[in-house]
């Protein structure tokens, strides 16, 4: 019989990410992107993913339906002091379960790596922010920790729908009120979670995931009538993060939302990790500040995705910053390889990497040159 206070125990003690129970196959942990398997275990068999279940439902009965009816669940679950985010699913009828381990602390915002001009941007008084990125990209991560800094530096209602909560925050300078979404907690759905917020009296909404038409207009509803609201996406870049919240709409609407998102929108920020030369996740950040131009390009019958990806990589003075800067950046600075980089953008940006990558060094080698100057001084 599986122990599942030990896998979790090793888990801990290994700093793993997630834990993947899967029947066939030993308990695997990931560990800085690596899938390892727990030691000194034996394979799952059904039995076992049936005990799984069992341990993390603990007899819960509007868990149980939802999973019976829908062949899914997420959810959270508690062991000692670590928070656990925890989805169960069928291979071949017989449960499959991802664990995602939650930190207690969040880590310091200045040591993610993300740049200073997000933080900057959550002083904004009503809007529309996106943090993207593809899935273990660091965005609940990034989200919290903006939540942590409002929390610590505004006087702010804030009010969080989130499936499951993850991070739990106290009040400090600011309210906090976290929302769990699903049947039997707190919100059915997201949609009807930000719909209600307008009645709340909230500064600030945090939205876990912007999936769906009816979450999407009920967010640029919710901007629009005055508040802050910041969300996350699944996309892997800035530009294909307005592809996307216009895709969401049929075409005969397209023409409208367009003005609304070019009027509401002030930030996206789109995130990836590497692993890093000394073993360590390095964020890649691309962050797209909506200014005029952009606004511009987003209310244009056909949206370019190249057009908005060169107004992003050209303003840097405006605090946009581009894919290619943030890689040639990373590299110029030892902590990613070339080939690393080259593998995250498309062939024929590779020599726009390369020149990057020269000018940046050329500056690097100048800024040393006036220090040692001045020392000598």
Known sequence: MIDMDYVLNQAIEKDASDVHL??????????????????????????????????????????DRVFKETKKLDSSYEFGDIRLRVN??????????????????????????????????????????????????????????LI????????????TLENPVEYKHECKKSIIVQKEIGVGRDCLNYSQGVKNCLREDCDILVIGEIRDKETMEAAIETAEAGHLVIGTLH??????????????????????????????????????????????????????????????????????????????????????????????????NDRITLDQAKGQIEEKNVEVLNRTIMQLKIKKDNQNRTMMNNMQK
């Open 22 to 63: 899967i029947a066939g196959i030993k308990p695997i942990l990931r560990i800085r992107r690596d899938l390892l398997e727990v030691e000194n275990t034996e394979i799952l068999t059904d039995d076992d993913m049936i005990d799984i279940y069992d341990y993390f439902v603990r007899g819960n009965l509007d868990k």
């Open 88 to 145: 169960i699913s069928t291979a071949s009828e017989v449960p499959t379960v991802v664990l995602r381990l939650i930190k207690n602390e969040l880590p310091k915002y200045e040591s993610l790596g993300v740049p200073d001009i997000v933080r900057r941007m959550m002083n904004q008084p009503q809007g529309l922010i996106l943090v993207t990125g593809k899935t273990n990209s660091g965005k609940t991560t990034t989200l919290n920790a």
């Open 148 to 159: 942590n800094q409002i929390n610590e530096n505004q006087n702010k209602k804030i009010l």
């Open 235 to 332: 996309t892997k870049s800035c530009a294909e993060t307005i592809d996307r919240m216009i895709n969401f709409y049929d075409i005969r609407d397209q023409q409208t939302i367009k003005y609304l998102i070019a009027s509401l929108l002030k930030l996206v920020v789109s995130q990836r990790l590497l692993k890093g030369r000394d073993n360590s996740l390095v964020l890649v950040p691309e962050v797209m500040v909506v200014d005029n131009i952009v606004a511009g390009m987003i209310r244009k019958e056909k949206i370019s995705v190249s057009e908005i990806e060169d107004a992003i990589q050209s303003s840097s003075e405006k605090g946009s910053i581009g894919l290619i800067n943030s890689l040639a950046e990373l590299f110029v």
